[in-house]
């Protein structure tokens, strides 16, 4: 592993000025994306998308390389089939750790690391043009946030909410707080920390400013994960100095008050007898502290949690659901227990399902190799609707249906054809 990269990682250490490894610009063969961590993922209509991350690099044992900045992969939902896109116009640099939201069918993305230390840019791409065409939006006015990386965002009202993050010590009239990470200063280096800073992107002005708060904000954090439910934002975990965190906090979008809903002192969880669940629970009131891991809003009143990694440094394979009215967290079983996951991302689909794609499988903090991983794993928090029902049958039964399938509407045949090709 790069030592720049490594080093890097989650919040702690300092850059080296040579430069990452990058992917060749040259458009793969591949039929499905590369395997990666630290890459972002949106969804729109029936399409995932996917940009960046990073790989272990196949020249070298324990190098890595960013993964193609042209490259945009799409998962259709309805065809179950991937397909990459080239992008093009004012490509963003190859990055990991960058913050990703799609608002109105247009990917907006912010920070991230690079191969020369961290960044604040801002850059625009509409996924419903027949071209993906990048913007860098260079005319924003108001305070930018520092440079950094591992953020979370908030989105409302047509507007892209940053908290929290990893990166360089910002100037001077940021409101918040700033955590120096002493291990990021050497020699020349300038130095690198934790932060708790809220900066809002109205994308109707092209303005940035800070919200005055109320209420006693989450500490500075880095690799938490965020997720937005009408206008309150919530906020899970993450890594401060040499902690892992398990707290839960929620902010009112409208009257900016934070509130602290779940911390390992005062909750109750229900937790079931089985050992795959519990041994991860910590204390037995909640998910332990972790930090990569991903927080998916499933419906009005509930938080998917998964993966993620403790402070004891170990990958993580739970799910948990978070009950917003009860202010209760319950285990949730499911099958890929035997697929631990930190650094992925996690999309919710029209047919109530949560889509993991990507991210590590073991320590990435080791002197092992890393274990990143291309595989779509698949969470069903809600029954599927009919639609999908009957599509995963006639499908499934393809050999004995197949004969009828004349009959069907054109667009539902084609829609068929292409999903059974797939799984054949």
Same mark, same amino acid.
């Given at each position: ?17 040579? %430069? ?8 793969? =063969?591949?039929?499905?994306?590369? =395997? ?22 196949? /020249? /070298? ?16 939902? =309805?065809? @179950? ?6 992008? @093009?116009? %004012? ?5 990991? !750790? ?24 801002? $850059? ?39 908290? !929290?993050?990893? !990166? ?54 880095? *690799?938490? /994960?965020?997720?937005?439910? *009408? ?8 890594? $401060? ?18 509130? @602290?809903?779940?911390?390992?002192? =005062? ?5 079931? *007898? ?29 938080? #998917? ?25 319950? &285990? ?13 991302? *996690? ?9 993991? #794609?990507? !991210? ?10 890393? /274990? ?14 009919? #639609? ?20 069907? &509407? ?15």
């Amino acid at each position: 592993m790069d030592v720049d990269l490594a080093q890097n990682l989650e919040d702690e250490e300092d850059d080296d000025d040579d %430069e990452e490894e990058e992917e060749s610009e040259i458009v793969s =063969e591949r039929v499905h994306p590369a =395997e990666r961590s630290g890459h972002i993922a949106v969804i729109d209509r029936n399409c995932i998308y996917i940009w960046g991350g990073y790989k272990s690099s196949e /020249a /070298a044992l324990f190098s890595d390389l960013y993964l193609s900045r042209i490259e945009i992969w799409v998962f259709n939902l =309805e065809t @179950q089939r991937w397909c990459m896109r080239r992008s @093009q116009g %004012e490509v963003p640099g190859a990055m990991s !750790g960058s913050c990703g939201a799609c608002i109105d069918g247009v990917l907006y993305l912010f920070g991230g690391h690079h191969a020369r230390g961290n960044s604040n840019l801002v $850059y625009r791409l509409p996924l419903r043009a027949p071209e993906l065409v990048w913007e860098h939006m260079k005319n924003l006015t108001g305070r930018a946030p520092s440079c950094k990386d591992k953020l979370g965002c908030w989105i409302y009202n047509h507007r892209l909410v940053y908290f !929290g993050g990893y !990166g360089f010590i910002p100037e001077p009239g940021h409101r918040g707080s700033f955590e120096l990470d002493e291990n990021s200063v050497m020699g020349h280096h300038a130095g690198r920390g934790w932060n708790n800073h809220i900066h809002i992107l109205d994308l109707e002005s092209n303005t940035w400013t800070q919200p005055i708060t109320q209420g006693v904000p989450p500490s500075p954090r880095a *690799a938490h /994960a965020c997720a937005t439910i *009408a206008n309150t934002g919530f906020v899970f975990g993450g890594r $401060y100095r040499d902690h892992r965190l398990n707290d839960l906090h929620c902010i009112n979008l409208d009257s900016w008050q934070w509130s @602290q809903m779940y911390g390992l002192i =005062e909750s109750v969880c229900e937790c079931v *007898a089985d050992s795959d669940l519990t041994h991860q629970c910590g204390t037995g009131l909640g998910p332990v502290g972790r930090s990569w891991h991903s927080l998916t809003p499933v419906s009005a009143d509930q938080l #998917f949690l998964f993966g993620g990694f403790t402070t004891s440094r170990e990958t993580l394979s739970d799910g948990w659901i978070y009950s917003i009215s009860g202010k209760i967290w319950k &285990p949730f079983k499911h099958q890929h227990m035997e697929q631990p996951r930190l650094w992925h991302t *996690a999309c919710f689909t029209a047919d109530g399902e949560v889509c993991v #794609f990507g !991210g590590c499988a073991n320590n990435l903090l080791s002197h092992e190799q890393a /274990a990143h991983s291309n595989e779509l794993l698949i969470f069903t928090l809600q029954p599927k609707p009919l #639609f999908r029902l009957c599509m995963d049958i006639v499908v499934l039964h393809r050999k004995s249906l197949e004969k009828l399938w004349n009959i069907l &509407p054109k667009a539902l045949l084609v829609l068929i054809q292409n999903r059974s090709t797939h799984e054949s």
